[in-house]
């Protein structure tokens, strides 16, 4: 008993495992709402008779928020102290969970679920700089591991968790049910997290920088999620993609001659860094396509519920949790390179093996590939951070984080338009080929039904049913296919920039001492 009360207590040599624990706390909370909130949407549309432009900005504000601000985030973990704007992340992203719980309506959902995406921005970069910060090199893989296979288990059971509080209490719960995991993680993070900085810049915000990043970012982001919707050739998309051009483009050149800069873009001179931001970019471009096209499939073409189609994911979610962490320990043993290889040529032969799916062939043709994805994903997320975080100096893990997840965020975002634009397309001429006696106005709203599986309702013609579940399956596999020729490609990349050699050991090169920074002072504005 004393000894289980010793291993317990908060001591100098475990402080970094309760840190872990704290840090994995907030990181499920924040990448459950991911995914939690897309099961529910029916019930808040009946509940608050939100529109369909509200029910999509429920899912964007959030997406677009987290997106533009990590970069912002993370530098101002390094600036303020990490453990401080971790702290104000995790405390603004309950608050604002309440107030979506008890929204009357969706303009207020809205804007409680942009509030929402500004404080997980807080938190993101800092719970992974924060672990980086607490674990030595030879460390660091079996702790982002760990890392990694939280994240992974929240946002493959998010549908689950969603569909059954829907179902079972209320839409709102989803909502409630961060608050006492937020309390959690920051009575955790009070007890055990250490301060930090990086010593080596001052309190002086680039204020230029966050604004040209915001607006270029915005844009960009922007275009990606209304592309498909407004279409790529009309003047709102066309003046999006300019704006955002023009803005990165002023970004970079203010980055580059003021003192403290918000991205060190140093960074990208490191083959190591540089490939291991691209691996996360391509892996979550095709991850998150998988997610959203093929519960599309379970539900309108197999006929599955939201909580179903939850359940069956789950399969991918057991081989996550096991993969994570065993992927972190191989990292600290051989190395991320290897790693990264094998895992995105097997997230490749996933998607490959997607791309065959007929109507006829059902969940159990999926259930291989679903294992091979896991695995893969497994093999891929923790060597690729340990690698991307591995190659900057400690002092900079927070905007490095930032700058990584921020990746990860627009190749999400950037890989459901681009397959939304493949089934648009592509489904587009089958209907053309299947529907030719229907008019062409008829086969253009048949086809924008496709962005949501086909036609499902049943007082609609069998054929035409039929038809747009052929269309948006021969547009499925086109996407799969393309989509896992890119992650093959992502070995080669991975191949090329990683660093086929493992962390030093402990003995070899002395592991400095945790910063600790003096007591920050308030912030003003």
Not at 18 to 38: G, H, R, S, Y
Not at 179 to 196: G, N
Request: aromatic share 8%.
């Amino acid at each position: 008993m004393t000894d289980r009360i010793r291993a317990l207590s908060l001591t100098e040599e475990n402080r970094r495992w309760w840190t872990l624990a704290a840090m994995c706390f907030a990181l499920f909370m924040l990448m459950l709402d991911n995914t939690v909130v897309n099961v529910a949407l029916p019930s808040i549309q009946n509940d608050l008779g939100a529109s369909l432009a509200g029910l999509e900005w429920t899912i964007n504000a959030y997406t677009l928020s987290l997106a533009v601000l990590l970069v912002v985030g993370g530098r101002l973990g390094d600036i303020f102290g990490r453990r401080k704007i971790f702290l104000g992340g995790v405390s603004l992203f309950a608050l604002s969970s309440a107030a979506i719980g008890l929204a009357p309506n969706d303009t207020l959902l809205v804007i409680g679920r942009a509030i929402q995406g500004v404080g997980a921005a807080m938190m993101m970069p800092a719970t992974l700089s924060i672990v980086t910060n607490a674990f030595p090199p030879e460390e660091r893989g079996k702790a982002l591991g760990t890392w990694a296979g939280v994240s992974a288990l929240a946002l493959a059971i998010g549908p689950v968790v969603g569909g059954f509080l829907t179902e079972q209490v209320s839409w709102r719960a989803i909502f409630f049910l961060n608050l006492p995991v937020a309390a959690a993680a920051i009575a955790m993070t009070l007890f055990a997290v250490r301060e930090s900085r990086d010593e080596t810049v001052g309190r002086k915000i680039d204020y230029a920088g966050i604004a040209t990043l915001t607006v270029g970012l915005t844009s960009l982001v922007l275009t990606l999620i209304e592309g498909n919707s407004w279409g790529w050739g009309s003047a709102r998309i066309i003046g999006l993609i300019a704006l955002a051009i023009v803005s990165l483009a002023a970004f970079v050149t203010i980055e580059l001659r003021v003192d403290t800069p918000m991205v060190d873009f140093s960074f990208f001179k490191s083959r190591q860094f540089l490939g291991a931001s691209s691996v996360g970019f391509i892996v979550s471009f095709g991850m998150m396509a998988v997610f959203f096209f093929t519960a599309l499939y379970m539900q309108n073409i197999l006929g599955y519920s939201a909580l179903q189609t939850g359940v069956r994911f789950l399969p991918m979610t057991l081989v996550l949790i096991v993969m994570g962490p065993l992927a972190g320990r191989l990292t600290d043993r051989i190395g991320p390179k290897p790693l990264l290889v094998t895992g995105m040529l097997i997230v490749g032969a996933s998607q490959i093996w997607q791309s065959f799916l007929t109507s006829d062939t059902g969940y159990g043709f999926l259930l291989p590939s679903f294992i091979l994805l896991g695995v893969g994903i497994g093999l891929v997320m923790s060597p690729m951070t340990t690698a991307a975080m591995n190659a900057v100096d400690r002092t900079k893990v927070g905007v490095a984080s930032g700058v990584l997840s921020m990746g990860r965020m627009v190749g999400s975002t950037f890989g459901v338009a681009v397959f939304g634009a493949i089934v648009a397309g592509v489904g587009k001429s089958k209907l053309d080929e299947s529907l030719p006696g229907v008019g062409q106005g008829a086969r253009d709203r048949l086809a924008e039904s496709l962005g949501g599986g086909g036609v499902s309702d049943g007082a609609a013609p069998a054929r035409v049913v039929d038809a747009t579940h052929d269309a948006f399956i021969a547009a499925f596999g086109t996407g799969m296919k393309i989509s896992g020729i890119v992650a093959i490609l992502g070995a080669f990349v991975a191949a090329a920039l990683i660093s086929g050699r493992r962390p030093p050991a402990r003995e070899q090169v002395p592991v400095p001492a945790p910063e600790l920074a003096p007591e920050p002072e308030p912030i003003t504005a």
